[in-house]
């Protein structure tokens, strides 16, 4: 089945600082999302985002689907973006399922 | 206004047991999953109903039925609970095609 690795695992921040989460996948993908899930549990959807690129307030998304990654960039960090960053894949035949990474665990320090 | 719903958000019971997660979603959308959280926090596939239809079953022990009454529902019956069976699970749904959204979870454990 298809990989997904994210990096990094783990990243500290100070608030206020930018950062960079990158996610490649092994095939072709019909689907890539990016998710938060904070400290309470709750998935949060990011992003929808098999190609090109999204913005939405501080965060922003790039996925180069012929080059198998995307990249998530956080703006401005701030205490409430901490929490577990994933991206995820559905790839054709997979019948809509989606394959998780292992996340990077983000924490914004004030 | 919930789009996906879980019932219960927390389930403490024996080993042996057997227990019933509930999801309702009403966004509409025909292809309804669920997903188990390890304690690691890795989310997996664990079955999917399109049109009320067993899609993907992934190598799940049988002891895991999940039941769609329709569309908008998806239930998870899992008999003789065992210590490895504590986790969160997360129940989603999508358009056939498309953006799956999360419910709030349901955290199992196992005593």
């Known amino acids: 089945g298809i990989q997904v690795e994210q990096s990094p695992p783990d990243l500290i921040l100070q608030e206020g600082a930018n950062s960079t989460l990158r996610c490649n996948f092994s095939?072709?993908?019909?689907?890539l999302q990016w998710f938060h899930q904070n400290p309470w549990g709750q998935l949060i959807n990011l992003f929808y985002?098999?190609?090109g690129t999204k913005q939405n307030g501080r965060l922003s998304a790039t996925t180069v689907a012929t080059e198998r990654y995307s990249l998530l960039y956080i703006s401005s960090s701030q205490t409430t973006d901490s929490g577990v960053y994933f991206c995820a894949v559905e790839s054709g035949g997979s019948n809509y399922k989606l394959t998780f990474g292992k996340g990077t665990l983000l924490t914004v320090n004030p | 206004d919930t789009a996906v719903s879980q019932t219960p958000k927390y389930l403490v019971t024996q080993m042996g047991n057997d227990k019933s997660i509930k999801c309702e979603q009403n966004l509409g959308h025909d292809t309804m999953y669920w997903y188990k959280q390890d304690s690691k926090k890795f989310l997996k596939i664990m079955f999917s109903?399109?049109?009320?239809?067993?899609?993907i079953n992934e190598t799940v022990p049988n002891r895991f039925s999940p039941k769609s009454p329709d569309k908008a529902h998806l239930n998870l019956h899992i008999n003789s609970l065992e210590l490895g069976d504590s986790a969160v699970y997360f129940c989603?749904?999508?358009?056939?095609?498309?953006?799956?959204?999360f419910g709030p979870g349901t955290r199992l454990t196992v005593l």
């Open positions: 109903y399109n049109n009320k239809e067993l899609i």
């Open positions: 985002i098999p190609s």
């Open positions: 989603a749904s999508s358009p056939s095609w498309g953006e799956q959204f």
């Open positions: 095939d072709s993908v019909n689907n």
